[in-house]
Nanobody, 116 residues
Framework: QVQVVESGGGLVEPGGSLRLSCAASTFGFSSYPMSWYRQAPGKERELVASISSSGIIRNYADSVKGRFTISRDNAKHTIYLQMNSLKPEDTAVYYC?????????WGQGTQVTVSS
């Protein structure tokens, strides 16, 4: 059984920063790519950023390029999403996934609210 647990969400003012963390309990963590998704109220879930198993390949949605950075620490079985220059439109529940072959495991999500 794979457990995926996100943390680090909260309330932040526009222009502020947050760092999300995601820990995944699985054998062979360093072999699997991982991603961050988000879903805002009334909107479809969207892919925010993804990172390869080695951490070398990273991809971002156009809406967050230059502001968000995805990274991973394979020794800690954890990935991160550093979010800078946050905007109100970044408000959403953020989800972490780990892709083990054809199976994708999701966390429960962490709420990020950007508001003054």
């Amino acid at each position: 059984q794979v457990q995926v647990v996100e943390s680090g969400g909260g309330l932040v003012e526009p222009g502020g920063s947050l760092r999300l963390s995601c820990a995944a309990s699985t054998f062979g963590f360093s072999s699997y790519p991982m991603s961050w998704y988000r879903q805002a109220p009334g909107k479809e879930r969207e892919l925010v950023a993804s990172i390869s198993s080695s951490g070398i390949i990273r991809n971002y949605a156009d809406s967050v390029k230059g502001r968000f950075t995805i990274s991973r620490d394979n020794a800690k079985h954890t990935i991160y999403l550093q979010m800078n220059s946050l905007k109100p439109e970044d408000t959403a529940v953020y989800y972490c996934t780990i892709s083990r072959g054809p199976t994708v495991y999701w966390g429960q999500g962490t709420q990020v609210t950007v508001s003054s």
